[in-house]
């Protein structure tokens, strides 16, 4: 891949079960809601050297998905470009696959939100 070139990671929760059951309008709070707690959480096991990828991460306007948008995002997430293996990182706590992390640690907290998103 060329320098330079803009990677995104892409987080997506299933929520399939809880579609069936909610009206689009509060699937759709619910789901908002989720994204936001996802990437406030996710961040905190994001490699921050100099803070740059934490500041990319964004969620989608429909909450459908969380990105991290730098040149270099992929590679830390997976912790290799292809050609050298990340296994130093400066701060500590943080690393590849930050997002599997942050599910083990705040998955109970994430079902809190979208159930409070969608007003149950």
């Known amino acids: 891949m060329p320098r330079g070139q803009w990677q995104n990671i892409n987080i997506r929760v299933d929520l399939k079960g809880f579609e069936r059951k909610l009206s689009q309008q509060a ?4 789901r908002s809601v989720i994204a936001d707690q996802v ?28 990105h991290w948008r730098t040149p270099y995002a992929k ?6 470009n292809g050609m050298v293996v990340f296994r130093n990182y400066t701060t500590p ?5 930050w997002h599997s992390k942050a599910a ?3 998955r109970s907290g994430w079902e809190k939100a979208f159930i409070r998103g969608v007003g149950l």
Do not use: E
């Open 75 to 80: 590679a830390q997430f997976y912790g290799t």
């Open 39 to 66: 990437l406030a959480d996710s961040n905190r096991y994001v490699p921050a050297d100099s803070y740059t990828l934490r500041t990319t991460g964004h969620v989608n306007a429909d909450g459908s998905a969380v």
């Open 104 to 106: 083990r640690v705040h």
């Open 27 to 30: 699937f759709d709070r619910g």
């Open 93 to 97: 706590g943080t690393g590849k696959l």
